[in-house]
């Protein structure tokens, strides 16, 4: 997996503020009678990169999902940006419009070209004339490698060509906090590392991010916190060196253990 | 190339080649596709003999027309004294002298150029929706095209479109003075109510106290003397142009979480669906003047049309319902994720897939919708198929023509909904971007 990583940067050189971009407090989730998520206790600062793992099942995606209300949380507090998520729609159109999220799938508008894709948001819900969101949008094509693709449609590109259409999507409304779920887990293994190049040279950016992945060699690489979950909750977290070279629970070795194991 | 040990490495690429010519022809397309099996063979004579039967009966019938004759036993005459006793022949004299009854019904004759001008303009109005190529702005024509189709076809005082224009004008105009001050949930309710109320209760007098001022008239023609073609097509068209926005609005009122939305649209959709047509059409003509405030005179093909286009719409929400159901939720999270409101992401991302999903089904229920005029007959309108069929037949120069006119006007139903059906093929074709 590891391998797939290209160049290594020093998390630690990389500066993190102190301003908090996401603060989520004693937050519970049910689907039905079903406890998801249990008192998650989150505070992700301004440019910290984050990736959360565990096993399937433990609530990961749900939980990066209450970020922008995709799912809806019950009990406690998420603050985004400053921003409380309510059912205020006002306040989750704010949200949204502040974090950009990419998913597993790539979920791109079939129906729309590439380019179409990129510029719809923009056009949309920032108002932004074509003409310069279509600027802007080129721009992203070509900061993910893949200019000369604009005028195709989403079928007619690889998965990994895909999965890097969604990220500049994303990225075409210029949000504060980007969000992965499992961006590489549908792709071929070497499609995975033009995604994970991607996604590190964001990172590099300062870009504020909370992936789930199963990734570890991006986590070495890029992440300044490593956050483990199990059963919906948050069974621990730390540095990743620190998480992958001495593990503290029972579970997060068994964990790691299976995951790097063989 | 080393063959001798178990290893390989290929040195040369190979070039591609044209694949194999094997046997090709008439010969081998009959074998594959005509004689391929016992049961397929047993299958081919059996089809060919039924095609033959039946033109060896139709051919002769046809091939013996008789176009000039003004009477049903003078046909017979000319028939049989150039056939011989007995012979049988197609009479289309009847088509040749009645065919204005056929297109216009008992429409005034002097007029006949209005239903010509609202046809021609119809398709104007028509072209830039179905071709995207034609310049945008015509859509505009297409938008205004009822209220000039409605004027040509009743004549009257051309205030009263305007005045029904002007409702959509002044539901705009709610909306968007009600959005700032309450919210886009009373914006939407002040757009569909207050259009609503001025129909009612306004358009008319309005429309009466303008006309005073500046009379511009046609001269008015009433509905009942509409019948054949046109009455099909004022009804197939309209009935169609309005039940597929009502049709998306059920689907998406029956997919809503809210509560009352879901359950009325469902309710509707349900009964809709378990009535027979003819019911509605019969509550159309008998009982829908009661609930109208009294003094309204309710016209009768507006009845029908209201009701052809409610029925039209419940099974155009369950088409599209289906289409919705096939498209992934993703579609859905990707838009809430970049941030489109509920109506954005309907109208740009998920109405175009599902309908696009949707269009065969789509054009059945149009081309069902458009052959199903016929059934106002029930009502006494004079639909072409029986309506004006039996007028014809009622005069003692046609008494007892049976199979010629009914050809006629299954031909016509026949180019229409053969032309709906191909061009839903192509917009299929043309939509198709999925590249799987
Ligand atoms: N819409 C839903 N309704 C009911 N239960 C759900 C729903 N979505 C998820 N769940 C359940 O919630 C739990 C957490 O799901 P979630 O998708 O967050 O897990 P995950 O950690 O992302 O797993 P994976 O690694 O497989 O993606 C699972 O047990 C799942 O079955
Ligand atoms: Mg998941």
Redesign the interface.
Known sequence: MSEAIARHIDPSQMKVSDEVAIQITQMNKWYGTFHVLRDINMTVNRGERIVICGPSGSGKSTLIRCINRLEEHQQGQIIVDGTELTSDLKNIDKVRSEVGMVFQHFNLFPHLTILENLTLAPIWVRKTPKKEAEEVAMHYLRKVKIPEQAGKYPGQLSGGQQQRVAIARSLCMKPRIMLFDEPTSALDPEMIKEVLDTMIELAEEGMTMLCVTHEMGFAQAVANRVIFMDQGQIVEQNAPKEFFNNPQSDRTKLFLSQILGH | MNTSNSTFVRTEMLPQKAPPITEAGAVKWMRENLFSSPLNVLLTVLGVGAVAYLVLHIAPWLSRSVWNAASLTECRQIIEARYGEGATGACWAVIRERWPQYLFGFYPQHLYWRPVLAFVLLCVAVAPVLFDKLPRKMLWFSLIYPAVGFWLLWGGSVWVPVAALAGFAIGYVAAQVVKPLAGTILATIAAVVTPVLWWLFLAGPAADAVHSVLPIALESVRSREFGGFILAFTIGFTGIAFSLPLGVMLALGRQSDMFIVNKLSVGFIEFIRGVPLITLLFTASLLLNYFLPPGTDFDIILRVIIMVVLFAAAYIAEVIRGGLAAL?R??Y??A??????YW?AQR??IM??AL?ISIPGIVSTFIGLFKDTTLVVFVGLLDPLKGITDAVRASTDWKGIYWEPYIFVGTIFFIFCFGMSRYSMYLESK?K????
Not at chain 2, 433 to 436: A, I, L
């Open positions: 992934p993703g579609q999270e990707a809430d994720a970049l941030g489109l409101d954005k740009l991302i175009p897939q696009k939509l971007t999925d590249h799987r």
